[in-house]
């Protein structure tokens, strides 16, 4: 066999047009041998996306329409899960919330990194501690960072009321009250995330050329026009990307509520993943909470193939 | 990159009294919003119990009590929380390179059959928000098609679905896919097999992003909650998260507090070592170029 087969990648038509016929059974072999060999290695992983990731997302979709009980076969039941959640007004609730939670933490999650970015980026001392501790949050783990949010909201002795009493503002009951409990979320949330979201935009915003700000400068615009024509253009990519990113993200939010207020007071904080978590795995009721989780695919699959769709032409 | 001045929105220069001015607010605020809270949870578990319960709360501790680390590793048995934890993420660590590395390899040079089929795919699966899967996935582990396994319980009910990971497979391929194709069949052509050439020649080459795989997958498995939450439903075999918030209604405070601080330990250390991969697989996640 000559070297120049060899080096040819699997797959590509052979450079010898004139081969003797006499050879093709050998390199068909060969391809075999090739095909095996390649899943082999492919295996483990087709094994593992298949029972958990492939095989999870159809029956998640069949399992809506069907009553479950591991003793009996499940059962066809039609619609009769979409319809019991419909008639659950939790279920009104807990899309209210999740629907307020994603918006409040858009309001501070997405604008409040970008706007800490663009002031790091003007900077030029101690960038390696500003970069460390804004990411510190998002080491903790998710459960040490409710519980001691949970402490520092404590309108007693906690930290926040504490400093609100020391500047003499009689501070609020924060998760004890429904009015601020889902705001008390967010914060948390906010805090615990917004780091990789500020270095990201920081990494974008040091690849705009210095040339562009120059320019716009000699053309008489002040720093709102700057911010405006060329900050803002030059990372709209970057900016869209996380915005749908973090819709996706927060609309799942399930842990914060889940530690901190177990969806109280007066079911305030039930979010969409509390409740399917309550359907499931408090009521036995698996049906239902597919139904559920069904809803919410279909309804982020939407950001998801927004979020394709950029990538995608950002790619071509 | 510090020295040379790349001219950014604000074109002032870096010495006058507005520069510094904003430079001070800024380094405030930022140790404020994000060093101070660590601080009052460190000096906080040193407080006793009565001193936390005091409006207005003490700044410093009255009595230092570091003795309140031992004693709630001991109250909580957190030794044992440490260990199911410290198994449960090496298992999903190592998991998800023996499965994903192979099958990397295989997608960006062995490029089999319906291999881009196979690749879509996996790909596919990243655009899917993980806990609409929860319930599929739960019922999945009770009784595992085919096998009829029960996984519930069983920390291969975190690694096995850890390798299902199609971001690990594309970083890993994406990187294999830069690596000269005539370098491997030099190897080849001196008898190797493909086994060998990646153990050999492949692997030596892609250590960093082995390494942004490896604490990426470190990072997630140990900031896990939901899922370990539904797999261990024995208490004995929790992982720290899932145990300090089952443990955290009826401890002391001051104990919990301790207990937060010894969780989040292990992950301010990774960070403070590999700050700069992590900060790296962060960039090279979800920004391109």
């Known amino acids: 066999m000559s070297s120049s087969t060899l080096l040819r990648p699997a797959g590509a038509p052979a450079p010898d047009a004139t081969r003797r016929p006499g050879r093709a059974p050998g390199r068909l072999r060969r391809r075999i041998v090739e095909n095996l060999t390649a899943y082999g290695f492919l295996c483990a992983a087709l094994l593992c996306f298949a029972l958990f990731s492939w095989y999870p ?25 979409f319809e019991l959640l419909f008639a659950d007004p939790l279920f009104w609730d807990a899309w209210r919330n999740t629907l307020l939670f994603t918006g409040l933490a858009l309001v501070f999650g997405f604008f409040v990194p970008f706007l800490i970015a663009v002031l790091l980026n003007e900077l030029r001392h101690a960038k390696g501690y500003f970069r460390l501790v804004v990411y510190l949050p998002v080491m903790l783990p998710p459960v040490v960072a409710a519980l001691l949010w949970k402490w520092f909201y404590d309108p007693g002795p906690g930290l926040f009321n504490s400093l609100l009493r020391a500047v ?23 805090w615990s995330n917004l780091g990789s ?9 040091q690849t705009i050329p210095g040339e562009l700000y120059e320019a716009a400068e000699l053309d008489g615009a002040n720093v709102v026009q700057r911010m405006r024509h060329v900050t803002i253009p030059q990372t709209r990519f970057v900016l869209l990307v996380l915005l ?16 901190m207020t177990g969806g109280g007071p007066d079911d305030s904080t039930v979010t969409v993943l509390l409740l399917l978590y309550r359907y499931a795995f408090v009521y036995n009721d698996f049906g239902t909470a597919s139904a559920l989780s069904t809803l919410l695919l279909l309804v982020l699959s939407v950001f998801s193939f927004a979020y394709l769709r950029v990538t995608r032409k950002a790619e071509a | 990159m510090s020295d040379r001045a790349v001219r950014t929105l604000f074109s002032g220069n870096r010495e006058g009294i507005g520069y510094k001015i904003a430079f001070t607010v800024t380094f405030v605020v930022f140790t404020a919003a994000f060093v101070l809270p660590f601080l009052w949870l460190v000096m906080g578990a040193m407080k006793p119990a009565v001193e936390l319960a005091q409006v207005p709360p003490t700044i410093l501790p009255r009595t230092w009590h570091p003795g309140n680390y031992t004693e709630a590793w001991h109250l909580m048995d957190l030794g044992k929380y440490f260990l199911n934890t410290v198994v449960v993420v090496a298992g999903a660590w190592a998991v998800q390179l023996l499965v994903d590395v192979p099958a990397a390899y295989a997608l960006s040079k062995l490029r ?15 655009m899917l928000p993980p806990s609409t899967l929860l319930v599929p996935m739960y019922l999945t ?7 009829g396994v029960n996984l519930v319980n069983n920390p291969a009910a975190i690694w096995l679905p850890a390798a299902a990971n199609a971001f690990n497979i594309y970083l890993l391929k994406r990187f294999f896919d830069q690596i000269p194709t005539e370098l491997l069949d030099a190897a080849r052509m001196d008898g190797a097999g493909a086994v060998t050439v990646l153990w050999r020649v492949v692997l030596p080459m892609a250590r960093p992003i082995l390494a942004v795989v490896s604490i990426l997958s470190v990072v997630a498995a140990w900031k896990d909650f939901i899922w370990p939450l539904l797999v261990f439903s024995d208490p004995a075999l929790q992982t720290l998260s899932v145990a300090l918030q089952r443990f955290a209604p009826d401890t002391p405070i001051n104990l919990l507090l301790a207990g937060l601080v010894l969780a989040a330990l292990p992950m301010i250390a990774v960070f403070l070592a590999f700050q700069r991969h992590i900060l790296a697989g962060l960039t090279a996640g979800s920004v391109k170029g």
């Open chain 1, 57 to 81: 997302i159809v029956r998640g979709v069949l399992l809506a329409f069907q009553q479950v009980n591991f003793i009996t076969d499940p059962v066809w039941v039609g619609w009769d899960n």
């Open chain 1, 244 to 259: 749908l990113l973090q819709v996706v993200a927060t609309m799942q939010i399930f842990t914060e509520p889940y530690i």
């Open chain 1, 197 to 205: 979201a500020t270095l990201i935009y920081l990494a974008a915003l």
């Open chain 2, 112 to 126: 089999p059959v319906l291999g881009n089929g196979v690749l879509a795919l996996m790909l596919v699966t990243l």
């Open chain 2, 141 to 147: 582990i009770t009784d595992l098609p085919v096998l």
């Open chain 1, 168 to 190: 003499g503002i009689d501070g609020p009951h924060w998760l004890d009250d429904s009015s601020t409990s889902l705001l008390s979320l967010v914060l948390v949330a906010t």
